[in-house]
């Protein structure tokens, strides 16, 4: 099957400028996680959908992140504008249904503020 | 709070050699799920193993097992035979009414 798709792989931004990334999950995946990993630390969850509808986005900074599932299948997440410490890599991940089953992730974008 | 520890920021070992990664948690649930994934340079991340908190038995798959000891908190990673290709960033990850992942290992073999 075909795996969790992001786009794109890198980018680069200057601070106070936006940015959006895109996720394509796995066909029939309900689930979507959008994470953020800085360097050298794990990733954390920034939000959760379950199809088109938000699970969990109490550790997204709402101030300037923002997401979007329409329709249950594809999203976005979108930084404006962006600060230097967003800088990481964002990492998309699907499941069927609940976490256990354990994710499927995405190849992520690396983001750089400058 | 729960939380995921993982103590050795970096390990090595020799190929063909067993290595085991090290991981605790904290939690007052006793209901949950652990698993190891493994991140390799491209980033993608892969599920290594994973352990349900009510089974006793630890999971295995191929040379990959855990030891998991959950009232210590434990849930350590077993490589057996390691293989060059088993050079990646190894994150414990826990999943209860939240989803943690700790901050990681990077696991170098040398050939």
């Known amino acids: 099957e075909a795996g969790v798709a992001q786009s794109p792989r890198y980018k680069i931004i200057e601070k106070r400028q936006s940015v959006a990334f895109w996720c394509n999950p796995i066909?029939?995946?309900?689930?979507l996680y959008w994470y953020q990993q800085i360097l050298g630390q794990g990733p954390k969850l920034l939000i959760q959908?379950?199809?088109?509808?938000?699970?969990?986005d109490s550790q997204l900074p709402k101030d300037r992140f923002s997401a979007e599932r329409l329709k249950g299948v594809d999203s976005t997440l979108k930084i404006q504008p962006a600060k230097l410490e967003d800088s990481a890599v964002y990492l998309c991940?699907?499941?069927?249904?609940?976490?256990?089953?354990?994710?499927?992730f995405g190849s992520g974008t690396r983001l750089t503020v400058v | 709070a729960q939380t995921v520890t993982q103590s050795q920021p970096e390990m090595s070992v020799q190929e063909a050699e067993t290595v085991t990664l090290s991981c605790t948690y904290d939690t007052s649930e006793s209901d949950y799920y652990l698993f190891w994934y493994k991140q390799p340079p491209s980033r993608q991340m892969i599920l290594v193993i994973r352990?349900?908190?009510?089974?006793?038995q630890n999971a295995t798959e191929n040379r990959f097992s855990v030891n998991f000891q959950k009232a210590a908190k434990s849930f350590s990673l077993k490589i057996s035979d390691s293989q060059l290709g088993d050079a990646a960033m190894y994150f414990c990850a826990y999943d209860g009414n939240q989803f943690y992942f700790g901050t990681g290992t990077s696991l170098t073999v040398i050939p």
């Open positions: 959908f379950q199809n088109n509808g938000v699970v969990d």
């Open positions: 352990q349900e908190a009510y089974k006793q």
């Open positions: 991940a699907s499941s069927v249904t609940e976490l256990r089953d354990g994710y499927t």
């Open positions: 066909s029939g995946h309900a689930t």
